[in-house]
């Protein structure tokens, strides 16, 4: 594909969040691993709703950026 004219704007605009709402969840957190290199200690965090569905978990062992040695 070839550019015939160097002046062109981009029609593509960005956008952002198209809804954002605050909604009452259940977080827990719970304590893994036995605390060795290959099972290091993190903590679970889950967020429930009333109905006890799981709604999403993030470990915390995932956030940090570790080097395999």
């Not at 062109?8 to 909604?23: D, Q």
């Not at 969840?25 to 290959?38: M, R, W």
């Not at 799981?54 to 470990?59: C, E, G, K, N, P």
Request: hydrophobic fraction near 35%; aromatic fraction near 8%; proline fraction near 4%.
């Amino acid at each position: 594909m070839t550019i015939e004219n160097q002046n062109l704007v981009s029609a593509v605009i960005p956008r952002g969040t198209e809804k954002a709402c605050v909604i009452k969840v259940i977080k827990t957190t719970a304590l893994l691993g036995a605390g060795t290199p290959k099972d290091p200690l993190r903590y679970l965090y889950q967020y429930w709703d009333f109905e006890g569905k799981l709604l999403a978990q993030h470990d915390s062992c995932n956030s940090n950026v570790r080097k395999e040695e």
